[in-house]
């Protein structure tokens, strides 16, 4: 394993446990009791890889639960009209490799509004009017 990996694992790690700490609902005490018990250290940042897993395996056992964030947002819903506008936009997104979030961005600068699902058709258009210039500014194709 390369050194930036184990750093990225170890920082995953390390997350996973504070997050366990507190869906556990442990006090500091009884927290450092149970790091204490399996690995001998009365902190999280001083143990290895091992020592780590099983401390994140004792969490499992008292009831620690792993959830995902899930894949992303899902593409926005709408009327007929609105359906083609976001069609367009997603694959101008798609075309340049950009998130929705983008978009979001876009619209909270150029509206005001927090995202794209509460633009109207016409702020949809301009929208993609801002996107297909920014597709001819980086050299990229007009999806």
């Known amino acids: 394993m390369s050194v930036a990996s184990a750093s990225k694992r ?5 997350r996973l ?9 442990l006090e500091d005490d009884e927290y450092r009791a149970i790091l204490q018990d399996v ?8 143990l290895n890889a091992e020592q ?17 964030k899930g894949a992303g947002r899902v593409k926005p819903k709408g009327g007929q009209d609105r ?7 997603e694959a101008q997104l798609a075309e340049a490799k950009r ?10 600068r150029m509206f005001k509004i927090d995202r ?20 001819k500014r980086n050299g990229r194709k007009e999806a």
């Open 10 to 14: 170890r920082l995953s790690d390390l």
């Open 83 to 89: 359906a083609l506008l976001i069609s367009k936009i």
């Open 116 to 135: 794209i699902d509460f633009c109207e058709p016409k702020d949809l258009e301009k929208i993609i009017a801002a996107l297909s210039y920014d597709a």
């Open 99 to 108: 998130p929705w979030s983008y978009t979001d961005s876009m619209a909270k």
């Open 39 to 46: 690995t001998g250290s009365r902190s999280a940042g001083d």
């Open 52 to 68: 780590r897993q099983a401390l994140l395996d004792r969490f499992k056992k008292i009831g620690f639960k792993v959830q995902s």
């Open 17 to 25: 446990i504070h997050i366990a700490k507190k869906q556990l609902n």
